[in-house]
């Protein structure tokens, strides 16, 4: 046996749980929801409603595809951020944007 096996386990690993922080219409929004977490540094995962053996008759039935889930202690500042996400509206492209060759220093005045 080892020293960390024989070590009391630290209530914070193990009283931790998951929760719901958005319900999802299909899998890449959830990846995508899932990554914009995690690169706000919010642990993130996504979990289905869906058996595998029936299809798309559980979602039809719940009328979602399945939930982002955190950490209980990231749930409120995960669910601001993806308020905030959902909230953002693209900015409209700039005239340098549509420079097909890139060079913005030898466009005509």
């Given amino acids: 046996m080892s020293e960390h096996d024989e070590r009391e386990p630290d209530p914070s690993e193990t009283d931790e749980r998951l929760v719901s922080v958005r319900r999802v219409d299909d899998e890449a929004t959830g990846l995508m929801l899932a990554e914009f977490l995690r690169d706000q540094g919010i642990e993130a995962t996504i979990h289905t409603v869906r058996m595998p053996w029936m299809g798309g008759v559980e ?5 979602f595809w399945g939930h982002v889930e955190v950490l209980e202690k990231d749930a409120a500042r995960a669910r601001s951020l993806l308020e905030d996400f ?22 005509k005045k």
């Fill in 86 to 107: 959902a909230a953002a509206r693209p900015e409209a492209p700039s005239p340098e944007d549509d420079d097909p060759g890139g060079d913005v220093l030898e466009k």
């Fill in 59 to 63: 979602q039809m039935h719940r009328g």
